[in-house]
C-alpha cells in the first residue's frame, strides 16, 4: 500500500511564505510524476505545478514566478514553496503522485490534502 501525506498548510498573511511537503511511502518503486493541486471553497480542483522525474516542471499561469516546486528522490519528497501568497491562494493543496509499485501495478495517489489560508 502506498500513502501520500502533505504538511505545511496554515494560515499567512498576504505577501507572506508558506512550503508545504508532501511525503510518498510504502510499497512504491518508481515515481513518475508529483504535483500539487488544489481546490478552493466552491470551486473544481486545478493544477498548481508538477514535476516529472525526468523533464520540465510545469505551473499554473497564476502562480508562475511566485511558487517553486522541487523533489528530493531521496526521500520520495515533494515541495512547494509559496511566496508573495495572495488571497486567492486560499484552498486545500492535495500532493498528487504517479508510480508504480513492487509488483509492477500502475498507481495515481491522492493526498487527503493540506490548508492554505491567505488572510490579514
Known amino acids: 500500500q502506498v500513502q501520500v501525506v502533505e504538511s505545511g498548510g496554515g494560515l499567512v498573511q498576504p505577501g507572506g511564505s508558506l512550503r508545504l511537503s508532501c511525503v510518498v511511502s510504502?510499497?512504491?518503486?518508481?515515481?513518475?510524476?508529483m504535483g500539487w493541486y488544489r481546490q478552493a471553497p466552491g470551486k473544481q480542483r486545478e493544477l498548481v505545478a508538477t514535476?516529472?522525474?525526468?523533464?520540465?516542471?510545469n505551473y499554473a499561469g497564476s502562480v508562475k514566478g511566485r511558487f517553486t516546486i522541487s523533489r528530493d528522490n531521496a526521500k520520495n519528497t515533494v515541495y512547494l514553496q509559496m511566496n508573495s501568497l495572495k488571497p486567492e491562494d486560499t484552498a486545500v493543496y492535495y500532493c498528487?503522485?504517479?508510480?508504480?509499485?513492487?509488483?509492477?501495478?500502475?498507481?495515481?495517489?491522492w493526498g487527503k490534502g493540506t490548508l492554505v489560508t491567505v488572510s490579514s
Open positions: 510504502g510499497s512504491i518503486k518508481r515515481i513518475y510524476q
Open positions: 498528487n503522485v504517479d508510480g508504480s509499485t513492487f509488483d509492477y501495478r500502475a498507481i495515481n495517489i
Open positions: 514535476m516529472p522525474s525526468v523533464g520540465d516542471t
